[in-house]
């Protein structure tokens, strides 16, 4: 029974899920809406409820399949507030979207039980298939447009990409298996030196970083990333980018401080090198892009390297950083998502062109993406540029042991540079664009819209401006994943 | 030589065997029929053979592509029976946590079959 109240704050999202799956069969449309709200209330209710639990250290379920920790903890939390704008964005929006209301809200759900479940796994088998839930999952929210060939190429291509990264992930879970004889992380943990010396091991856990690596779309992974941006529901598309990415982070984060802490020497440079890829590919990438939701693609690929950084300076001050980052760039994310899901549906097009004079149609649409924006180039006193900060402080501190970290601040710095251009480029357009043969009417953004993306550029400022609070958070989970 | 070595070379004359033993027959299959029954096509033998009646109509039809839901829908039920099987043998042993367990698979699973069927996807039309 104890094992089920720990794995409580899963359970209660799997059957809100299952509930709106079976209640979606009988209510009538105008009672769809009604259904949306329902489960993100209950969203709200299971994140208040996340902060009854009081994991003194980490707490063991299941025969040590599942942890929780502070860790834990706050990422559940950053993935319940995910996932409940991403609901509020899918109901905001919903007469654009064929398909089932109820069927696209409760595969959210179960996309978002998985991530909560990536954050407890403390065994390959439930990393594996955690994360397994979550990337079936959005196989088929890729695709939810069916009728739309944008949508349905983005499937094929995450499909196929997906199941490549899956192999490589459970070849690695094998070999890594088939050196220790266990899929345990605490077993993991304390093996001897001996066993840790084993190439089988090595060789497991760089496939396992292979298919961590996809969910982050961090470089030479990444390919997947601008197509499936482009062609997926904005939703989805908001949900692809911040839940799937902190997935990734959240596994690779104790994988490689509590299951392996061997790998901690020995992936320092892989992780540098992916870090420092990453960030120049997706922004010099991102330069001559005209799509929007192209643009945040690569944009997706350059913050995973930011939070590599973060990660690969294996101090507590670059995960909190990474945290801290993650937190920021949800909420930035989102916001801009929101104003693309609405230029969408008023233009069909999401390319510079069609946000022309959207300070004159939209007010608040045209703040929002400025917003986001100028968050996302790490502007003060906005949450992007706290996140920045902070991943570059804990980089020029590891630099002192690993001169390699100056020359990635280098890449950084000047990632930051170039990509002031593209992100500015987008305010440009908003507010000096010119508009072409569009008709500019005044756009009116439905309310639940309008709530979120009042809510996200709140957040956006509050993280910039009192990070103490989201950093104390940080500090406290990673504590409990035993980094000093 | 020593004895890993010869195992492995029994492994290569078994392979050698395998692949020469099929190449061998086709070969004489082939020799038996150039000299046998060499070809002698005609309108009437290159013909479809359609249990003798004249052949019409196109051979790549396209086929309902409907039945894949049902493929779906009688997974339900196959991967039922897999796990009910083994429930069921061992029933009397189990503790009330096993059968609980095994209740809320079976409800899942039913979800799916009532979802499916509110959707009309068990209507053939």
């Not at chain 1, 904005?234 to 990734?248: E, Y």
């Not at chain 1, 230029?343 to 510079?352: A, E």
Request: hydrophobic residues 55%.
């Amino acid at each position: 029974m104890n094992d089920l109240v720990l794995m409580g704050l899963e359970g209660a999202v799997l059957v809100t899920g299952l509930a709106v799956l079976l209640l979606d069969l009988w209510i009538t449309p105008d009672q769809r809406r009604l259904l949306g709200f329902g489960a993100i209330a209950t969203l709200g209710v299971i994140f208040c409820a996340s902060f009854a639990y009081l994991p003194d250290g980490t707490q063991y379920a299941f025969g040590g399949m599942y942890a929780l920790d502070e860790f834990a903890l706050y990422f559940k939390r950053f993935f319940l507030i995910a996932g409940m704008f991403v609901l509020l964005l899918s109901v905001g929006t919903s007469h654009a979207e064929e398909g089932g209301q109820g069927e696209y809200l409760s595969l959210s759900l179960f996309a978002l039980a998985g991530m909560m479940f990536c954050a407890s796994a403390a065994n390959l088998a439930l990393l594996f298939v955690s994360l397994e839930l979550v990337t079936v999952t959005f196989y088929v929210l890729v695709g939810f447009q069916r009728r739309r060939l944008a949508s349905l190429e983005a499937a094929i291509k995450y499909l196929i990409i997906g199941a490549l990264s899956s192999a490589f992930l459970v070849y690695g879970i094998a070999l890594i298996y088939g050196a220790t004889g266990t899929l345990d992380f605490r077993q993991l943990a304390s093996l001897p030196a001996a066993v840790m010396e084993s190439r089988i091991l090595w060789l497991g856990a760089l496939f396992l970083f292979v298919g961590l690596g996809f969910k982050m779309a961090a470089v030479p992974f990444q390919i997947w990333a601008p197509d499936v941006y482009q062609g997926a529901p904005p939703s989805t598309t908001a949900f692809l980018a911040v839940g799937s990415k902190a997935a990734g982070f959240v596994l690779l984060l104790r994988v490689l401080h509590q299951t392996l802490p061997v790998l901690e020497t020995r992936w320092l440079h892989l992780l540098m090198g992916v870090a420092g890829l990453s960030i120049a590919y997706g922004v010099l990438c991102a330069i001559p892009q005209r799509s929007l939701k192209r643009l945040l693609g690569y944009s997706s690929i350059a913050n995973a390297g930011y939070l590599l950084i973060g990660v690969a300076t294996l101090s507590a001050a670059g995960a909190t950083a990474a945290l801290y980052y993650l937190a920021g760039y949800l909420y930035t994310v989102l916001a801009a998502f929101i104003v693309i899901a609405v230029v969408l549906q008023h233009t069909g097009r999401d390319d510079f062109d069609s946000l022309a004079g959207l300070h004159q149609r939209s007010p608040l649409l045209a703040a929002g993406l400025t917003f986001a924006m100028v968050s996302l180039a790490g502007i003060p006193p906005l949450a992007g540029f706290f996140g920045k900060f902070l991943v570059l402080k804990a980089a020029l501190a590891a630099g002192a042991e690993h001169p390699g970290f100056y020359w990635l601040l280098g890449i950084a710095v000047v990632g930051v540079v170039i990509s002031l251009y593209y992100y500015f480029g987008v305010v440009r357009a908003v507010y000096w664009g010119t508009p072409g043969e569009q008709p500019a009417g005044p756009i009116r953004v439905e309310w639940p819209l309008q709530v979120a993306l009042y809510l996200a550029m709140v957040a956006i400022l509050w993280l910039g401006v009192m990070p103490n609070q989201i950093t104390n958070l940080a500090e406290l989970a990673v504590k409990s994943l035993g980094l000093r | 030589m020593t004895e890993q070595t010869q195992s492995y070379l029994f492994l290569a004359v078994l392979l050698g065997v395998a692949v020469a033993f099929p190449l061998v027959m086709l070969g004489l299959a082939r020799l038996w029929a150039t000299v046998y029954s060499p070809a002698k096509p005609g309108p009437a033998k290159a013909a479809p053979y359609e249990c003798g009646l004249e052949s019409t109509g196109d051979a790549w039809v396209q086929l309902r592509s409907g039945y894949y839901l049902y493929a779906i829908v009688f997974l339900i039920f196959d991967v039922e029976a897999l796990f009910l099987l083994p429930f069921a043998v061992a029933f009397t042993s189990l503790p009330v946590g096993a059968f609980v367990a095994i209740l809320v698979f079976l409800l899942l699973l039913v979800e799916g079959l009532v979802w499916a069927w509110q959707k009309g996807v068990l209507e053939w039309n």
